[in-house]
């Protein structure tokens, strides 16, 4: 699953995946509102995405929330 708030960069990776022939759900949405339930991913992965948060701590507090307990 991958996200990010940049269509054009949604639409790359959608390149890229289906080059390599990929399933891979990818959502549009801004990283301190994920419309994920709470608790709902085991693991979290961030490249250069955490640099462009605009709050880290809340940023932080998202990806805490959307996380299951020991991811």
Known sequence: MGSDFCH????????????????????EADALSLPLADGSLDLITVAFGFRNLANYRRGMQELWRVLKPGG
Do not use: G, N, T, V
């Open 8 to 27: 054009p960069m949604l639409a790359e990776a959608q390149r890229k995946i289906a080059d390599r022939k990929i399933s891979s759900p990818l959502f």
